[in-house]
């Protein structure tokens, strides 16, 4: 389960805008580099193109292209278009023109560098080059910069314009999005696992479109086997969002919004959005709460709740018909104890090893429920984020209890 609110769509451009207003040959090369990004996620080869198209987009001598460094106060030059000294040079993001950019999260034109106050003099020193007018624009992807775009010297001893300005935008926003896509990938091979597993959903839709289009289908068969297509389109929805919520878990890029939270208002919020859903698979749930004055824990409420949806669902989708799901919290010296416990088929010894997997799954022949395989894998990485940590006991056939054991907020 995650936050629908967190996981809009990425926007190639964000400055769509300026679109339009383009050059037909302008648009056709920033169409041409968007293909050749789309292409690889190897970092060496999107910087490439992308001071290819900007070298030409912008008719300048030299492009660059400077990354923020993980200390946060500098910036390393990872790429130019030409064969000049920079390579891996740093620069301060304070008293750099660069660091202006990224700071100010604006894009400048400087027409004449040398007695600009903000240029950084030992980059043009050990550039060799003789840096006369400058075009730097942010790269930016939703509002997170990472980094610069620079163009220098334009050519025929031009200017810079604000044409100039947006046609590099468009190009840095695209490189942005690029630059963070292969930074994502090197972290892990989710990406490759999950283009895996993107393909049985994908695999099953294509073929129930087909079937659709037979003449032969009978009333019956056609309600099937739009009903698969609309139950793989939801596992395919759900992966995307599930699986972004664990790639910024694993890249750290996430914030919690803690507070003291009050565990049995939690887990009474969790209870109201699942009763209907247990109600219908035939279960009781019930709440056991030990004690009415139990310490609050320090926590964000929406991915705790996030914590006990999944739980839950898992409680009530793995169960039988007629069975329990029990939530019960309980402060003991260890911390505040929050347990989802069900009376459902439980988990082989065997399979509890993979239980935090991505993607894994355990298999029970023709029976069907849905899912991806990455539930528990953010359950647990949302329990850790509370410095809290989960702990499984079960047993096959008899049912299941998963522990969040969240430490207690002190004065
Ligand atoms: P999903 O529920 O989407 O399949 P999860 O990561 O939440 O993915 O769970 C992984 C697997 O662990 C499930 O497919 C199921 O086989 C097993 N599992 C999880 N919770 C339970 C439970 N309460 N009882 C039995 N099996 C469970």
Redesign the pocket.
């Known amino acids: 389960m995650t936050n629908p609110s967190e996981d809009k769509p990425i926007s190639i451009y964000d400055t769509v805008e300026i679109l339009p207003g383009l050059k037909p040959q302008h648009l056709q090369r920033l169409l041409l580099v968007s293909r050749s990004l789309g292409s690889t996620l190897n970092l060496p080869d999107i910087l490439k193109s992308v001071l290819a198209a900007a070298t030409d987009l912008t008719e300048s001598e030299g492009t660059s292209i400077l990354l923020i460094e993980p200390n946060e106060t500098e910036l390393r030059f990872v790429a130019s278009s030409t064969q000049h000294a920079l390579a891996d040079v740093l620069v301060p993001l304070d008293g750099s023109l660069a660091g202006w950019v990224v700071t100010e999260n604006k894009p400048v034109i400087i027409e004449d560098v040398e007695n600009d106050e903000r240029h950084h003099k030992n980059t043009s020193k050990s550039a060799g080059v003789t840096v006369r007018n400058l075009l730097i624009v942010p790269l930016r992807d939703r509002g997170e910069v990472i980094g610069v775009l620079e163009a220098f010297n334009k050519k025929n001893d031009g200017k810079y314009t604000p044409y100039d300005q947006a046609v590099a935008q468009a190009l840095g926003s695209q490189a942005a999005v690029s630059i963070i896509n292969s930074r994502l990938f090197s972290q892990s091979d989710a990406i490759a696992e999950t283009m895996h597993e993107l393909k049985t959903p994908l695999m099953a839709m294509t073929a129930a479109a087909e079937m659709l289009e037979m003449d032969a289908l009978s009333d019956e068969q056609r309600r099937q086997v739009l009903g698969t297509f609309k139950r793989e389109t939801r596992r395919l929805t759900r992966m995307t969002q599930d699986f972004l919520t664990l790639s910024r878990l694993e890249s750290g890029r996430y914030a919690l919004d803690l507070v003291p939270v009050n565990p049995i208002e939690l887990v009474q919020s969790v209870v109201e959005t699942l009763e209907a859903q247990a109600e219908k698979a035939g279960l009781t749930m019930s709440l056991m709460i030990e004690s009415q004055s139990l310490p609050d824990i320090m926590g964000d409420v929406s991915r705790l709740q996030q914590v006990f949806i999944?739980l839950v669902s898992?409680?009530i989708?793995?169960n039988k018909p007629g069975g329990k799901v029990a939530i019960k919290v309980a402060s003991k010296p260890t911390g505040v104890w929050i347990s989802v416990m069900?009376t459902?088929?439980?988990?082989d010894p065997a399979d509890m090893k993979n239980?935090f997997t991505r993607f894994?799954?355990?298999s029970h022949g023709s029976e069907v429920t849905e899912?991806?395989?990455?539930?528990?894998?953010i359950v647990k990485k949302l329990v850790e984020a509370h410095d809290g940590r989960l702990e499984v006991e079960s047993q096959l056939g008899k049912g299941?209890a998963f522990h969040c054991i969240f430490p207690v907020l002190t004065e």
């Open positions: 999944n898992n409680a989708k793995f069900d459902g088929r439980g988990i239980l894994y799954r355990v899912g991806t395989g990455l539930g528990l894998s299941s």
